[in-house]
């Protein structure tokens, strides 16, 4: 009798358990990421409007990744006086401005000075008293 009783609950559970399984819509959840704010309803002051087109973005919204870079990198906010001290310090008046884009670009000029240049520019800071050649 006992066994039959833990048999019966046994498979009572797996079947519980079996319902609580991926039994979502769609087989995925909601995107967290693509939730975005609608901008509020304003007044134009305009009162000669034309009707919007159908599937047309609404021109007061902004992008999810044009607000994602405006938090990233401060949009058009002004500078403050400290950080304009440091770009100034690090030659920001007569730096390139479309470094970044040069740098990835096949006709830059790139000198590969091996795995002796790196494993002395990643070697630890000392005074080179235990310092040992290590014969090959």
Avoid: H, W
Wanted: hydrophobic content about 40%.
């Amino acid at each position: 009798m006992r066994r039959v009783i833990a048999i019966g609950a046994g498979v009572a559970a797996l079947a519980l358990l079996s319902g609580c399984g991926g039994r979502r819509l769609g087989g995925q959840g909601p995107d967290e990421f693509a939730v975005a704010r609608q901008a509020p309803l304003v007044i134009p002051p305009d009162y000669a409007l034309v009707p919007p087109q159908p599937g047309a973005a609404r021109p007061q919204d902004n992008s999810p990744q044009a607000q994602a870079l405006d938090a990233l990198f401060g949009g058009s906010a002004a500078r403050s006086a400290s950080e304009r001290a440091v770009v100034s310090q690090a030659g920001g008046e007569t730096a390139d401005a479309g470094i970044r884009s040069a740098v990835g670009d096949p006709k830059t000029n790139v000198v590969d000075k091996g795995s002796t240049t790196r494993d002395i520019v990643a070697a630890p800071q000392g005074d080179g008293q235990d310092a040992r050649a290590v014969g090959k």
